[in-house]
């Protein structure tokens, strides 16, 4: 292979403090035309933000720790960096950076100790670090609340030292969003800076902070649960899993792009999103820089929509070329149909002599002529043409056979078309509130193992979903809804491994993407589940309830606590129970309070009491 001299020079000439950001690395895409200080801008880059960047995997390593400790952790990798500057030949300064964290986590017993880490400490490197990364839990439930910060203090603190402040905020987003790529932590980090910067210096700080602040919390939320996904699919199906779903949101964003190219960056995006996923930050870093670099290098051919992205600086230009730039258009001689795959006469003869290759042209071409349709409805579409094939290929009449392959692609995306457009339906009907406790209901019966907190989390994430993607139009909710559903259904199986729930919702989980959410919408409810003694506590309520702020936590308690008893309960039965709770809280208006109360709440339990005996 032909290597850029140009970009070998420009490997020469970098600091020594490369030797703790280890080179070990794919030169694939330098075969492209690159910008020719790629790697340099990304090792100053690194060299200048070292505290932050390993704040960010220390922090994603053990959550738990205080920020103190993982302060402390910091200053010895920064000691470890000089050390090697002064002394380049000591044998600790050729290991990866990623090794050496972890080096440093396991050498401080207190806090092996301390958070249960012994497990992890005594595997080599490499069983280390899967071990470290297994430990990762996107629940964040054992951190305390994150607490709205008073506005005044936060401006006291970033004007008495902008660095310690925007540090201190990196160390909280890193340890609640574990599977947050570094990079995406970093650039946001970079415009708090900039809202933090604006707002300190305006009036009414409160209100700059709501309204510039906001997009970047909720940006965090939904690149943060992507990624969480794309971790999630490497771990559990493989880099052929991880392709499959690239090759489907690469051909639907940049729909321009030739074939070869797309081929180009899938043997590269596996290893990068390892990296990023196990917290190797540098060379997460790394491997996201040379992939965004070789996509700015061909915009004629890729994409003109991300022009403005390109001129970003690292890493806030990775972040704006995939989460902020629009699809890009389909090519004007683009055919919706995939005519090649579906009338040609030499399909079987392609299937036979390289079917992956084939079947994956195939996935490409066809997200490329539909933006439109979700990532799991492409992927269903692709193991039906591979089954579609498989069958007509034995017949006498192949292309007879598979020529109605259009007609079936559509049936499929029609079908799951028609179930978002119903739930948007009852979205509208029922509001927020009634439609999470429909969720809540829904994903109860299904896993009543899970606690509340998680069953409340999910439901929650649904209504966002439903909130976010209904009022778009029909093409567009209808990809959003299932996006984001496949995203919280990922979440729900285990990132890192698959949970055990129960018998019917592991069998959904070990399924395909592609499949996943219609395996969930299959299930009535957990038949295996042995409902724990009835406990009439658990259906009591008194007077005080008046005084609680919370009513509405109360009622999804009651519906959960309903489906854990009866996971099989009709939907109606719930709402009759509901319904009688809603009377007993009427009660609280009225002056003779506490006779209704006694009076509904009577009504309420022996309703309950009937319903679970029926």
Known sequence: MKVNTGAMVSIKSICPIVLFFSLAESLTLLKAPQHEDYLNTTQKFLESNIRDVTTVAFAQFIQEATYQEITGLVEQMIHYRDKCITNMQLPECSKKAIHVMQDKICGVKELSAKYRLSECCTNDTSERRLCFFQRK???????????VPDIEKVCQ???????????????????????????????????????????????????????????????????????????GILMKYGP???????????SQKFPKIDFKELDTLLK???????????????????????????????????????????????????????????????????????????????????????????LTEFLYEYSRRHAELPLSVILRIGVLYEKLLESCCKTENPKECYGHGEE??????????????????????????GFLNQCLLYLTKKA???????????????????????????????????????????????????????????????????FRSLCFNGLTGDDTHVPQAFLPEVFTFNVTLCQDTEQWRKRQELIMNLARQKPLLAVEQVMQVLSDFSKMINCCEVEERETCFEEEHSKLYNKIEAVLRS
């Open 137 to 147: 839990s996107a629940a964040v439930s054992f951190l305390a609340p994150f607490q």
């Open 157 to 231: 603190e970033y004007e008495e030292d902008q660095d310690a402040f925007l540090n201190h905020y990196i160390y909280e987003i890193a340890r609640r969003n574990p599977f947050a790529f570094a990079p995406t932590l970093l650039s946001l980090a970079a415009r708090y800076k900039e809202v933090s910067t604006s707002c300190c210096q305006e009036e009414n700080k409160h209100e700059c902070f709501h309204t510039k602040a906001t997009p970047i919390t909720n940006d965090l939320k939904e690149i943060s649960a992507k990624q969480q996904h794309t971790c």
């Open 240 to 250: 052929k899993g991880l392709k499959l779903q690239k090759v489907v949101e690469i």
């Open 268 to 358: 590269n995006i596996p290893t990068m999103v390892d990296e990023c996923c196990k917290g190797d930050v540098v060379h997460c870093f790394r491997s996201k820089a040379k992939i965004i670099n070789y996509i700015c290098s061909k915009q004629d051919s890729i994409s003109s929509r991300i022009r403005d992205c390109c001129q970003l600086t690292v890493p806030q230009r990775g972040e704006c070329i995939i989460f902020h730039s629009q699809n890009d258009d389909k090519p004007k001689d683009l055919s919706l149909r995939v005519e090649r795959f579906t009338e040609g006469d030499d399909v079987c003869q392609h299937l036979h002599e390289d079917k992956e290759n084939f």
């Open 408 to 433: 079936k692609f559509q049936a499929v995306a029609q079908e799951i078309q028609l179930i978002s457009k119903v739930e948007c339906g009852y979205f509208q009907i029922l509001g927020e509130e």
């Open 448 to 514: 009543p193992q899970l606690s509340f907190q998680e069953l409340i989390s999910y439901g929650q994430k649904l209504v966002v979903s439903f909130t976010k993607c209904c009022p778009l139009g029909e093409e567009q909710q209808f990809a959003c809804i299932d996006n984001m559903v496949g995203q919280i259904l990922g979440e729900l199986c285990g990132i890192n491994k698959n949970r055990t729930i129960n018998p019917s919702v592991d069998n959904c989980c070990k399924s395909s993407p592609a």
